[in-house]
């Protein structure tokens, strides 16, 4: 049985009144390699930087290894890394990398938040 680490059900978020996501659900399990294609304006970025806590929702759930991205905000980065030099050119594939390098080198667990 697999651990969930990424869980998006029913996501929703808009920029007044651009919908950048409508309802996606999703989940990664531990170990699992995800990544979010899709072209321009599709909500790639928008999910990435919910996920990490750095924008709020507009309705649904998010969740990164058991913890609301909603509710602990930028302390998020704390488990999953810092990003932010990927922020001008992120790509999935960069970005997984990044994930996956941080938490082999943090060892921090999400009970550390």
Known sequence: MSETMILIKDFRKSYG??????GISLDVSRGEVFGLLGPNGAGKTTTLECLEGLRRSDGGTLRVDDV??????????????????????????????????????????????
């Open 68 to 113: 609301d991205p909603g509710r602990v905000g930028r302390r998020l980065s704390r488990l999953i890394g810092d990003n932010s030099r990927l922020r001008p050119c992120r790509t999935a594939c960069a970005w997984t990398r990044q994930c996956a390098s941080s938490a082999r080198t943090t060892g921090l667990h999400r009970a550390s938040i």
């Open 17 to 22: 009144g651009f919908i950048a996501v409508d």
